[in-house]
Every structure is written in C-alpha cells, then in structure tokens.
C-alpha cells in the first residue's frame, strides 16, 4: 500500500490550504483514513480522520477550520485546511488504517504546511 500526500506549502496567517492524499495497492475496503500531524518538538498527533462510510473525527484545535472528506471510488483523502495559524504549522502526514484479523496501517511520505504571521 502507497499513499501520496500532495498540498502542502507556505501561506499566510488566515489562509487556506487543501491537501490531498491518494492511496493504492490492496487494502481492505473497510477502513479509515486520516491526517496526523508533528511540528518541531512535538508528537506526532492525530488532526482528522473519516471512515469508508463517512464519520469522521477531528481534533479540537481544528474543529471548525479544517474539514476533511473523501472519494472512495478514487481512494483519495481531503483536508481543507482554512483560516491557519501559526500553530498549525508542521509536517502533515496521510494515514490509512484497517482490521483484517490484524490491525494494518501505512503512512504517507509527509507533507510541509508552514504558516507565517
């Protein structure tokens, strides 16, 4: 399983940015799909995640400003990141994670997202 993160880059305080992450190969249909994110120092943490079937999660800090949604015909993630801060400023990386008798889960290669003020 590959997945490709695409989107990220440089923008201004209140600015937005969508990024995008495509995912091939075999994988089980079931599955969800998500951001994390790690900034300089930090763990990496979880920004937003949406099931095959459409739920999704999100954390607090990006509620109301980040939306993340999906094509499952494409197997392709979105997040559209809007009024940024220069707390969200770090490497945002795709994940996909499935239950198949194990648990299974692939990272995409991490994309920037800097936000100056």
């Known amino acids: 399983v590959q997945l490709q993160a695409s989107g990220g880059g440089l923008v201004q305080v209140g600015g937005s940015l969508r990024l995008s992450c495509a995912a091939s190969?075999?994988?089980?249909?079931?599955?969800?799909m998500g951001w994390y994110r790690q900034a300089l120092g930090k763990q990496r943490e979880l920004v937003a995640a949406i099931t095959n079937g459409g739920l999704t999660d999100a954390a607090d800090s990006v509620k109301g400003r980040f939306t993340i949604s999906r094509d499952n015909a494409t197997n392709t993630v979105y997040l559209q990141m809007n009024g940024l801060r220069p707390e969200d400023t770090a490497v945002y990386y795709c994940h996909l994670a499935y239950y198949a008798g194990d648990y299974y889960e692939y990272w995409g290669q991490g994309t920037l997202v800097t936000v100056s003020s």
């Open positions: 190969g075999k994988f089980y249909e079931i599955n969800v």
